[in-house]
T-cell receptor, first 114, second 113 residues
Framework: NAGVTQTPKFQVLKTGQSMTLQCAQD?????MSWYRQDPGMGLRLIHY???????DQGEVPNGYNVSRSTTEDFPLRLLSAAPSQTSVYFC?????????????FGSGTRLTVV | AQSVTQLDSQVPVFEEAPVELRCNYS??????LFWYVQYPNQGLQLLLK??????LVKGINGFEAEFNKSQTSFHLRKPSVHISDTAEYFC???????????FGAGTTVTVRA
């Protein structure tokens, strides 16, 4: 089983460019989410989805869009990249209400905006 | 909304010594608690979780944590650390009727020979 797969692993963008971070899971999990990790701040929730066709904002949604057309995929779009979006991005998925089964994380995408 | 405070940002420790990482949470409703570990340049891996029942929870790699409801704490311990335990550790909480995880800022553990 692949688990949660994120691509790309590394990316450098110029300010103002757009891009999509890909996330796919093969565990048939209902819940998927995107976090960003910054030094000294832990992980902060950007957007999440409780099922295909349903998305909602997390703690730091500005500058990011998501969609969930299938159970497996949950891409994160940066509309116009800014240096403040330089971060490591993690996608996670979970089966079951409340996450009591635990969350499975991808290996991350390290994004630098110059 | 719930929140998590990890009381130590850095914990240096010698090999084979014990370690304790402190985590306090705040929430007005019942919660589920987690500890995750992140090795350098990797994703997060679940160490252990508290959902209900016994307040002492045992996890992987010899780690354990104790849930203390009166003190709203969920401290992580290991009686004897190895060099390979060098990593960043995150405490996380979710409300028992919610999907969303809230993370602490992390504690970096550095194990020295």
């Amino acid at each position: 089983n692949a688990g949660v797969t994120q691509t790309p692993k590394f990316q450098v963008l110029k300010t103002g460019q757009s891009m999509t971070l890909q996330c796919a899971q093969d565990m048939n999990h209902e819940y998927m989410s995107w976090y960003r990790q910054d030094p000294g701040m832990g992980l902060r929730l950007i957007h999440y989805s409780v099922g295909a066709g349903i998305t909602d904002q997390g703690e730091v949604p500005n500058g990011y869009n998501v969609s969930r057309s299938t159970t497996e995929d949950f891409p994160l779009r940066l509309l116009s990249a800014a240096p403040s979006q330089t971060s490591v991005y993690f996608c996670a998925s979970s089966d079951g209400l409340t996450g009591s089964y635990g969350y499975t994380f991808g290996s991350g995408t390290r994004l630098t905006v110059v | 909304a719930q929140s998590v405070t990890q009381l130590d940002s850095q914990v240096p420790v010698f090999e084979e010594a014990p370690v304790e990482l402190r985590c306090n949470y705040s929430s007005s409703v019942s919660v589920y608690l987690f500890w995750y570990v992140q090795y350098p340049n990797q994703g997060l891996q679940l160490l252990l979780k508290y959902l209900s029942g016994s307040t002492l929870v045992k996890g992987i790699n010899g780690f354990e944590a104790e849930f203390n409801k009166s003190q709203t704490s969920f401290h992580l311990r290991k009686p004897s650390v190895h060099i390979s335990d060098t990593a960043e550790y995150f405490c996380a909480v979710t409300r028992s009727n919610d999907y969303k995880l809230s993370f602490g800022a992390g504690t970096t553990v550095t194990v020295r020979a």
